[in-house]
T-cell receptor, first 113, second 116 residues
Framework: LAKTTQPISMDSYEGQEVNITCSHN???????ITWYQQFPSQGPRFIIQ???TKVTNEVASLFIPADRKSSTLSLPRVSLSDTAVYYC??????????????FGSGTRLQVQP | GAGVSQSPSNKVTEKGKDVELRCDPI?????LYWYRQSLGQGLEFLIY????????KSGLPSDRFSAERTGGSVSTLTIQRTQQEDSAVYLC??????????????FGPGTRLTVL
C-alpha cells in the first residue's frame, strides 16, 4: 500500500493562501491522488483529484511534480469555514476489482480571524 | 438526490456482542467502501466492493469483521464478539468509477460504535 505522510497541523489567518503537502514515496503507476476535507462529526468530503501536473477547480488547486512522490493542496484565501482536517488519499484508479486505499493521518488546519 | 445513508447513527453494545452496521449507497454507484475512524485519528480502510468482483478485504483487522453487499446495493458490516478496541466511527462511502479511473467517494455520516 502506498503510505502517505502529512503535517499533523497547520495554522493560518483569513485571506491567506494555505499549502498542504503530502508525501507518497511509493506511489504506484495506477494511483491517483485525492484530497478530502472533514469537519467534526461528518464524513469526509471530496475536494480535488489528480494524476500529474496541476489540477484546479473552484475551491482548490493540486500540484503534483513529475516524480509524483508528493503533492500539494493549495487553498486560496482561506476563511474561518476552511478550518477542518484535510486528508491525502492515494489509490488505484483502475477498475481492477482490487483497490488499495491509504488515507494519510490528516492535517488539522486552523484558520484564525 | 439522496446521499449515502448509514444506520444506526449510534450504537452502544456490550463487549462480546455482535453488531451489524448498514450502509445504503447512492443509487447507481458501483463501488462501496467501509472505513473505520477512531477518535482523533485518520481513516482506516476496511473493505471495498466493486460491481461483481471479489471484494478487497485486505483492511479487515481480524476475522471477527465481515461485510457483504447484497444485490450490488446495500452493504452490511458485521462485527462479531465486539471488543472495546472496536469502538470507533464506521464510515461508508460509495463512488462511480469514471472514465480514466477517476472517482469521487461520497461518504455517509457514519455510525458511532461504543463497546462497553
Amino acid at each position: 500500500l502506498a503510505k502517505t505522510t502529512q503535517p499533523i497541523s497547520m495554522d493560518s489567518y483569513e485571506g491567506q493562501e494555505v499549502n498542504i503537502t503530502c508525501s507518497h514515496n511509493n506511489i504506484a503507476t495506477n494511483d491517483y491522488i485525492t484530497w478530502y476535507q472533514q469537519f467534526p462529526s461528518q464524513g469526509p468530503r471530496f475536494i480535488i483529484q489528480g494524476y500529474k501536473t496541476k489540477v484546479t477547480n473552484e475551491v482548490a488547486s493540486l500540484f503534483i511534480p513529475a516524480d509524483r512522490k508528493s503533492s500539494t493542496l493549495s487553498l486560496p484565501r482561506v476563511s474561518l469555514s476552511d478550518t477542518a482536517v484535510y486528508y491525502c488519499l492515494v489509490g488505484d484508479g483502475g477498475d481492477t476489482g482490487r483497490r488499495a486505499l491509504t488515507f494519510g493521518s490528516g492535517t488539522r488546519l486552523q484558520v484564525q480571524p | 438526490g439522496a446521499g449515502v445513508s448509514q444506520s444506526p447513527s449510534n450504537k452502544v453494545t456490550e463487549k462480546g456482542k455482535d453488531v451489524e452496521l448498514r450502509c445504503d449507497p447512492i443509487s447507481g454507484h458501483t463501488a462501496l467502501y467501509w472505513y473505520r475512524q477512531s477518535l482523533g485519528q485518520g481513516l482506516e480502510f476496511l473493505i471495498y466492493f466493486q460491481g461483481n468482483s471479489a471484494p478487497d478485504k485486505s483492511g479487515l483487522p481480524s476475522d471477527r469483521f465481515s461485510a457483504e453487499r447484497t444485490g450490488g446495493s446495500v452493504s452490511t458490516l458485521t462485527i462479531q464478539r465486539t471488543q472495546q478496541e472496536d469502538s470507533a466511527v464506521y464510515l461508508c462511502a460509495s463512488s462511480l468509477i469514471l472514465a480514466g479511473g477517476l472517482y469521487e467517494q461520497f461518504f455517509g455520516p457514519g455510525t458511532r460504535l461504543t463497546v462497553l
